[in-house]
């Protein structure tokens, strides 16, 4: 099977995670693939295929006879979808020798237009696979999942030489949560890759440190008729913390290996008010700056109003992994050499933001990123090609290869 038909299969099945759940998984509709895909895996062959309580899904292909002393590699994707988008009834659009213009989304007619999508000139012959408009698609991951088994398919079919192959889904990796009890120690692998980059020939090693800041806003209501002296506006003070952070430091105005303050929810009332920001940066010194500017706004504000007006609390989520990454650079040079060997130009770029293989790291698993052919994640215009998919695949094949070096 191709690894897009298996993604078509896959997208019908609702996944969406859910950032205001306090459950492992955050929502039991993940259970769906998963047991989905714990049948597909036995079916293939694959060995000792689990489900735990928690959903995440493991097994294992045996290293070939004379190779059980090379090094055992782990292919990791994510079963869940992005609540930042419908992920509900999801009906892909498969256009075939697509002409590398406009593509009109059925389900409410809006257009993925390479004027938006520059590179979707480049994507011209190949078999384009859309949303309808109505959903997000869902290749992030489940195009990684379909690579992965993909993958597997070719390697038990052509009896390719291997060491040992360990294979791990997880939930809940766009709510932040997908590592986090990932059983590493019975996984069975001295390294690993997550598949759940973009386009195909990436390979990212650094990510976002990462942390969550919740503003909470105690104000002073009163009438507007006698508030003068009296009235603490609590809509107003959130505004005026938000004016303290550098406007130059927010997602919209930085790129690369710039960090941001992230303005992400803002509600509330005169009485109070509360904000949810993201903090990122990929430099270690400037994400602790990042987290002392909120709270000396914080000290500021609390001091021209009241103790008490303005409350903080962070929390962190994850670390960048490129310095558990760097003695184990061999991850990066076969995947490039891989790469290489296909014709593949090889894309290195920080991840700015995070996944399930930075917490793997930081957990005693080193695990760079690898791209899955997939543009536009987390909206309605995301979209993948087949051959994309296919060279993803041809990638994980090539790297395991050199593992039996």
Known sequence: MKAYERLLKYVKVHTTSDENSDTH???????????????????????????????????????TKGYEDKPSIGLIAHIDTAPAANGNNVKPQVIENYDGGDVILKGNNSILSPERFPHLKTLKGRTL????????????????IAEILTACEVIMKENIPHGKICIGFTPDEEVGLGAHLFDVKNFGADF???????????IAYENFNAALAKVEV?????????????????LNVAIEFNSMLPAAERPENTEEYEGFYYLEKFSG??????????????????????????????KLINEKYGEGTIKITLKDQY???????????????NALEAMKSLSVTPIIEPIRGGTDGATLSYMGLPC??????????????????????????????????????
Request: glycine letters at 10%; aromatic letters at 8%; charged letters at 25%.
């Open 25 to 63: 998984p955050t929502t039991l509709r993940q259970f769906d693939l998963a047991k989905l895909l714990v049948e597909e895996m036995k079916e293939l062959g694959i060995c000792d295929v689990k489900l735990d309580d928690n959903c995440y899904v493991y097994g294992y292909i045996p290293a």
């Open 129 to 144: 696979i859309t949303t309808d408009g109505t959903s997000l698609l869902g290749a992030d991951d489940k195009a990684g």
């Open 192 to 202: 690993a890759y997550t598949i759940d980059g973009g386009i195909e020939g990436e």
């Open 218 to 234: 105690s104000g002073v209501s009163v009438h507007p008729g006698s508030a003068k002296n009296t009235m603490i506006n609590a």
């Open 269 to 298: 009332n005169t009485d109070n008010a509360i904000m949810e920001y993201i903090l990122r940066d990929h430099d270690h010194v400037k994400f602790e700056v990042k987290k002392s500017m909120m709270k000396l706004a914080e």
């Open 319 to 333: 670390k960048n992994m490129v310095e558990l990454i760097k003695p184990c650079y061999h991850l990066v040079d």
């Open 368 to 405: 760079p990123n690898l791209g899955t052919g997939g543009f536009a994640y987390h909206g309605e215009f995301e979209h993948i090609t087949a051959e994309g998919m296919d060279i993803c695949t041809n990638i994980i094949v090539e790297i395991l290869k050199r593992y039996t070096h």
